[in-house]
């Protein structure tokens, strides 16, 4: 039974006053599904929100890491960094990370590795541009994304990696894939999978639709069948809303 996972990437947001107070909010929220919970603040609030929140249901994840163990990297943050926080999961791959910071699949590949040489989990993002999907070749580029940066991976190594499919034109805009738009890619995913390992390893995978998920349209979004959850941008910054798609399996 693969896991449903709902995770909460809040960006460059909240300094350290918001990121107590809406970790309070989080806190006095009931959950009634069975999806893992995950918040995503920045870096420097990583140690606050993760202390806060030892004793409750939720997991504090990175929102990114270097490939390098260490080094002369002026800014960076390595996995063994994290590690030493108590940090175990780790987003790679974000759409904005690709668009902003030239995050290649090579790149991202290396990071993959780092992260599981560290014992730790990702949450592989990925996802086609308003223009691939006009030109119809939405699943030629998440085929190539997910190849490049995953498939020197083996077998096993799939227990801790986690896909979340976050098409660009979706994120941030307000526009969501129809459900069966994401249904439709989830199962394109899985069987790739399938063709290149195994039936275990695609049956395993949790794959997570991210991009303008919202109370209102979570419950039909995480109700096809090849829908693990949700990588919650905007809507993870509000507790109640956060949790209403929580809630919304
Ligand atoms: P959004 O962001 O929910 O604000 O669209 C999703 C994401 O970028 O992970």
Same mark, same amino acid.
């Given at each position: 039974m693969? =896991?449903?996972?709902?995770?909460?990437?809040?960006?460059?947001? /909240?300094?350290?006053i918001?990121?107590?107070?809406?970790?309070?909010?989080l806190?006095?929220?009931?959950?009634?599904?069975?999806?893992?919970?995950?918040?995503a603040?920045?870096?420097?609030? %990583?140690?606050?929100?993760?202390?806060?929140?030892?004793q409750d249901?939720?997991?504090?994840?990175?929102?990114?890491?270097?490939?390098?163990?260490?080094?002369?990297?002026?800014?960076?943050?390595?996995?063994?960094?994290?590690?030493?926080?108590?940090?175990?999961?780790?987003?790679?791959?974000?759409?904005?990370?690709?668009?902003?910071?030239?995050?290649?699949?090579?790149?991202?590949?290396?990071?993959?590795?780092?992260? %599981?040489?560290?014992?730790?989990?990702?949450?592989?993002?990925?996802?086609?541009?308003?223009s691939?999907?006009?030109a119809?070749?939405?699943?030629?580029?998440?085929?190539s994304?997910?190849?490049?940066?995953?498939?020197?991976? =083996?077998?096993?190594?799939?227990?801790?990696?986690?896909?979340?499919?976050?098409?660009?034109?979706a994120?941030?805009?307000?526009e969501?894939?129809?459900?069966?738009?994401?249904?439709e890619?989830?199962?394109?995913?899985?069987?790739?999978?399938?063709?290149?390992?195994?039936?275990?390893?695609?049956?395993?995978?949790?794959?997570?639709?991210?991009?303008?998920?919202?109370?209102?349209?979570?419950?039909?979004i995480?109700?096809k069948?090849?829908?693990?959850?949700?990588?919650?941008?905007?809507?993870?910054?509000?507790?109640?809303?956060f949790y209403?798609?929580? /809630?919304?399996?």
């Open positions: 693969r =896991k449903q996972i709902v995770a909460g990437n809040w960006k460059m947001n /909240n300094g350290l918001q990121t107590k107070s809406l970790i309070v909010e806190k006095q929220q009931t959950k009634t599904s069975n999806a893992e919970v995950m918040i603040p920045t870096f420097t609030n %990583l140690w606050h929100a993760f202390e806060a929140t030892r249901d939720i997991e504090v994840i990175a929102q990114n890491m270097h490939f390098a163990e260490n080094g002369a990297y002026t800014g960076e943050i390595s996995a063994g960094m994290l590690k030493s926080l108590g940090i175990q999961t780790v987003i790679l791959g974000h759409s904005e990370r690709r668009a902003y910071y030239n995050e290649t699949d090579e790149a991202l590949a290396k990071k993959v590795s780092t992260a %599981l040489e560290n014992e730790m989990r990702v949450i592989f993002c990925f996802g086609e541009e308003l691939d999907r006009k119809g070749k939405q699943e030629d580029v998440v085929k994304q997910l190849v490049n940066a995953l498939c020197h991976l =083996k077998a096993q190594d799939f227990k801790h990696i986690v896909l979340a499919y976050e098409p660009v034109w994120i941030g805009t307000g969501t894939a129809t459900p069966d738009q994401a249904q890619m989830h199962a394109f995913i899985r069987n790739l999978f399938r063709d290149r390992y195994n039936d275990e390893v695609a049956e395993n995978l949790s794959i997570l639709y991210g991009g303008s998920v919202k109370p209102s349209n979570a419950k039909e995480f109700s069948p090849d829908v693990d959850g949700g990588l919650i941008g905007g809507a993870s910054l509000k507790a109640e809303d209403a798609i929580v /809630n919304a399996f």
